[in-house]
């Protein structure tokens, strides 16, 4: 007999590390055993702060901007985050003589010729996500200035005045919110019939597989907590869509330590999922932890499997990872 509460977690699947992370995560640690430390990563190589400290224990360090890397060690490979470069990024490596390791998600580098593609075609490209964000500074850098535009809202949507409604072809960020997008190309199609879509969905398959299983598994959920970083937009939109859904309340958290366990509230049913950038490992300490307070049952609420993968840089291919190494790659150590 235990007298602890009793406590549901319906832990949603698929959740954590998706295909773009993991190779991102690999190019570095690859980098590292290659070429030797320190390897320059530019950006956070993902939105999590326990990825960037165990690379940071390996010899990795990170900059904001190439101008950071001190001339003793421009022999030194870069690595560009998974979230993807303007243009001048690579050029300005290519100025700087730097070597270079490019781990922009092939899905967001997908977005990057569709924004491409339609500017060919003679399209303004209207570009929808979040002002700021790497990714869509990356994007945005793939065209000369005045030749996209930005809408981050269903208002932005309504206000927008091109200069030439008959040719506009629009691309998202890979990591928002599956729901308010459709709503705001909805409203950009209603003004524009004449706007193109991408050839391909821009959002992800990643992102839109989680907040898929967290939206079935929201009903009646007390809390849901989603493992992720505040800089992760897909962690963040995580959040959102389990309240809309039907949890009472919704939370992001990066570690196990930072739960208030006073502030909790009644708690009998708990959703548990985690952003793209976030470790399993988190996931499981984070499960540790109410198992310690509560008389635990695990309901797994998976609504697909997930098998992509993505490869490495040719470059970096010869390189072989040890069962360690394998393990940090995945989220598990
Ligand atoms: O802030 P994002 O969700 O774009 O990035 P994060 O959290 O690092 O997730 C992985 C990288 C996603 C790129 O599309
Ligand atoms: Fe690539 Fe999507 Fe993962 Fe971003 S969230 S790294 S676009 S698979």
């Given at each position: 007999m235990t007298d602890k509460p009793k406590l549901t977690i319906r832990l949603c699947g698929p959740r954590g590390f998706c295909a773009g992370v993991d190779r991102a995560i690999q190019i570095v640690v690859l980098a590292l055993k290659k070429y030797?430390?320190?390897?320059?990563?530019?950006?956070?190589?993902?939105?999590?702060?326990?990825?960037?400290?165990?690379?940071?224990?390996r010899g990795a360090i990170f900059v904001e901007e190439l101008d950071e890397i001190p001339m003793e060690h421009r022999d030194q490979p870069v690595v560009f985050s998974a979230h993807g470069v303007p243009k001048s990024v690579p050029e300005d490596a290519d100025a700087k003589n730097l070597f270079y390791l490019d781990a922009t998600c092939p899905l967001v580098s997908k977005v990057h010729k569709q924004a491409m593609r339609h500017q060919r075609l003679g399209r303004h490209v209207i570009l929808i996500g979040h002002s700021g964000h790497p990714e869509v500074i990356g994007t945005m850098g793939q065209l000369p200035e005045g030749t996209v535009s930005l809408i981050e809202t269903v208002e932005d949507a309504e206000k927008y005045q091109p200069e030439d409604a008959e040719n506009l072809g629009f691309v998202t960020q890979t990591t928002l919110s599956v729901d308010d997008?459709?709503?705001?190309?909805?409203?950009?199609?209603?003004?524009?019939?004449?706007?193109?879509?991408?050839?391909?969905?821009?959002?992800c398959y990643a992102t839109t597989n989680r907040q898929e299983a967290v939206k079935e598994a929201a009903p009646g959920c007390d809390l849901f907590l989603i493992v992720g970083a505040p800089n992760s937009s897909n962690s963040k939109r995580l959040v959102e869509v389990a309240e809309r859904s039907g949890s009472r309340h919704s939370l992001l958290v990066q570690r196990a330590e930072e739960i208030d366990w006073d502030n909790l509230g009644d708690l009998s049913v708990l959703g548990i999922s985690a952003g793209a950038s976030a470790p399993e490992i988190i996931v499981d300490?984070?499960?540790?932890?109410?198992?310690?307070?509560?008389?635990?049952?695990?309901?797994?609420?998976i609504t697909t499997v997930e098998t992509e993968n993505f490869l490495v840089n040719r470059q970096i291919r010869d390189v072989e990872l040890t069962a360690q190494d394998m393990a940090f790659v995945n989220g598990d150590h």
């Open positions: 030797g430390a320190p390897v320059y990563v530019r950006h956070e190589i993902v939105h999590n702060r326990y990825v960037v400290e165990g690379l940071q224990a997008t459709a709503g705001i190309i909805a409203k950009l199609q209603e003004r524009f019939p004449q706007l193109t879509a991408p050839a391909a969905e821009s959002i300490e984070i499960i540790d932890a109410f198992s310690q307070r509560f008389d635990v049952t695990i309901d797994l609420a």
